[in-house]
């Protein structure tokens, strides 16, 4: 496991997609990280989150169900204080814009390879001090 070099606790990551999760999953056991969860929807994320208390979430940006994962992003950071990083393989205008507003600590863009995932992560554990 990853732990902070601040703190010594364990980088705790809360995985949100509704599919290849097993690439993604892959990617953070190899590179040493801690997966805090799985989630395919919006709703099961925010109930993972809270029970979980994850450094950080790796987001969708299309999720199905009434959250998409742009709004997940900020209900996240605004209620559990958990920043994310997006997932995408959609980049139009709007989805960028609505995005943008959400704060992301990142973007990757699918398909990825894991040492993407890897500097994505590490950067934002940088930018938010763990």
Same mark, same amino acid.
């Given at each position: 496991?990853?732990?902070?070099?601040?703190?010594?606790?364990?980088?705790?990551?809360?995985?949100?997609?509704?599919?290849?999760?097993?690439?993604?999953?892959?990617?953070?056991?190899? &590179? +040493?990280?801690?997966? $805090?969860?799985?989630?395919?929807?919006?709703?099961? *994320?925010?109930? /993972?989150?809270?029970? =979980?208390? !994850?450094?950080?979430?790796?987001?969708?940006?299309?999720?199905?169900?009434?959250?998409?994962?742009?709004?997940?992003?900020?209900?996240?950071?605004?209620?559990?204080?958990?920043?994310?990083?997006?997932? &995408? +393989?959609?980049?139009? $205008?709007?989805?960028?814009?609505?995005?943008?507003? *959400?704060?992301? /600590?990142?973007?990757? =863009?699918? !398909?990825?390879?894991?040492?993407?995932?890897?500097?994505?992560?590490?950067?934002?554990?940088?930018?938010?001090?763990?």
């Amino acid at each position: 496991m990853v732990a902070s070099a601040s703190t010594g606790k364990s980088v705790r990551i809360l995985i949100v997609e509704d599919d290849a999760l097993v690439a993604i999953t892959e990617v953070l056991a190899e &590179s +040493g990280f801690e997966v $805090a969860g799985i989630a395919s929807s919006g709703p099961e *994320a925010l109930s /993972l989150a809270a029970e =979980a208390r !994850p450094t950080l979430a790796l987001v969708d940006i299309r999720l199905a169900g009434p959250i998409d994962g742009i709004e997940l992003a900020c209900l996240l950071r605004d209620h559990s204080g958990v920043p994310a990083i997006f997932l &995408s +393989g959609l980049f139009d $205008a709007a989805t960028v814009q609505r995005a943008e507003a *959400a704060h992301p /600590l990142g973007v990757l =863009a699918k !398909p990825f390879v894991p040492s993407q995932v890897f500097r994505a992560i590490e950067r934002a554990l940088e930018t938010i001090g763990v």
